[in-house]
Structures are given as structure tokens and as C-alpha cells.
């Protein structure tokens, strides 16, 4: 048996999130489907992050234990030619490294959050970022994500019924990059004055997490709350002290960071 390390593209409208659910179709299930046509074996696809539904993916991480033989662009091939027509795609396949586990191996995970902030409706990128009007200011938004940077309760900023045994969690960076400073890659020409993009890096993440802190931040940067605001949110340990829960349209799982091959492998915290 080998364990394949899987890179997975995704488009999250289609779908109630990764993980496999009674209620619809999931990406975990369509992925599981695809591996057995393939292969003929009855497979779990275990996933890095469980993204909600509409939330999309670039570089989603994934293993899979299968019994066949096969080179892993054999498995990239015939995995993708089993997902058509769904909006997912394998980008990368690869014989794991030993003891891999594409959940519990993870040193930090890395989300990105689109906002578009124009008047005019959007066309082209309906349903793959939020679309936010007026006047942004982003340096009043960098003033208060700075108060989230390391280890504090994020109860205020995760979904109510969030199941996570703790809500402590050390957050490393909140970058928050305009059409003004990013690289040229990042934006088309057409938006490069319009887009705001959220980057942000944490080993492990909330329910809703990503999508509470954007929420908050935009309404800081709309003037409606003034930067200390995401401060006392933080302290007060409570939900409703937070702003509110961005649309799932503009989060991207981007991708996850792994030791290198000399490290030793990491500890499931």
C-alpha cells in the first residue's frame, strides 16, 4: 500500500464543504468516488482543512492509502479524469513521506480572503470574492488586526457551534494587501485599484475563524468601529462582541506548510 500526498484545486460553490455530510455533495465524497473508479478500492481522502460550503481552495492538501501500484501522475491523470465534470482538480500527486499525515503533519496553514471594493456589481468574479462598497481605510484595518497576532481566546471570533475543544489559538501574521502594494501577479489591471486581499497564516484555525476576523476588520476600515475595537472584542470572549461572519465567496484555502524531509516530524497539537 502506498500513501499518496495530494495538492488539490477546488471551486466550493457546488458543494456543502469538505467534508463528507448527509446533506449534499461534498469534496471529500466526490474525491472518494473518483479514487475508487480508479482504483476499484473503497478509500478515505483525509484533507488538511474541512473548508465550509462555498469556500473555494488552491492548494488544499490531502493523502490517500492505495493498494494499487502506480506512479503518482498515473494517480494525478486518472483521479482528474474520474472528477470531470466537477469543479475539482488534482494539481499534484506524490508518494508521501514517511509517518505523513496531511492533517496532523501541518505546521501552518495559510487562507486568503477577497474583497472587492466597487460600486459596480460584479460579473466575472460573482461568487468568488465579497463585493464591499464605500470607502476602505487599510491602515486602519492593519492597526487593529495587529492586536490578533500571537496566542489568545478567539471566542469572539468563531462560530457559535464551533466544536473545538479549546478556542486558544496562536495566530502568526494578518497581512492585508491592496491593489497599491501587491505584486503585479496578485490583481488584473482592472482591479488593482478594487482589491483588498487577507492573507492570513496560523497552524490551526477555528470555525469560522478567517471569515469573523475579515468581517470585523471591513467594518473597522468602513469607520464604523474604530481600531481598538478588535481589541476589546478579543478580550470580551464572546461572539456577539465581534463583528460579523464575511460570505464564504471570498475565502481560499491557499496552502499548507509541512516539515521538510530532514525535519522531524512535528507532534499532533
Sequence with gaps: MTRYKLTIEYD????????RQANGQSIQETLETAIHKFCGEQR???GAGRTDSGVHALGQVAHVDIDRPSRPDVVRDAINFHLRPAPVAVIAAEEAPPGFNARTSALQRRYLYRVINRRAPLVLDRGLAWQVQGEIDIDAMRT?????????DFTSFRASECQASSPMRTMDSIRIIDGDTAQPALFTAAQAGDEIVFEVKARS???NQVRIIVGTLIKVGQGR???GAVARALAARERAAAGPTAP????YFADVAYPKP????PNDR
Excluded: N
Design 248 to 251: 464564504a465567496d471570498g475565502l
Design 44 to 46: 478515505s481522502v483525509q
Design 12 to 19: 466550493g460553490r457546488p458543494f456543502v464543504g469538505w467534508q
Design 205 to 207: 484555525f477555528l470555525q
Design 225 to 227: 468601529w474604530d481600531s
Design 262 to 265: 530532514e525535519d522531524d516530524q
Design 144 to 152: 487593529g488586526a495587529a492586536a490578533m497576532i500571537g496566542h489568545h
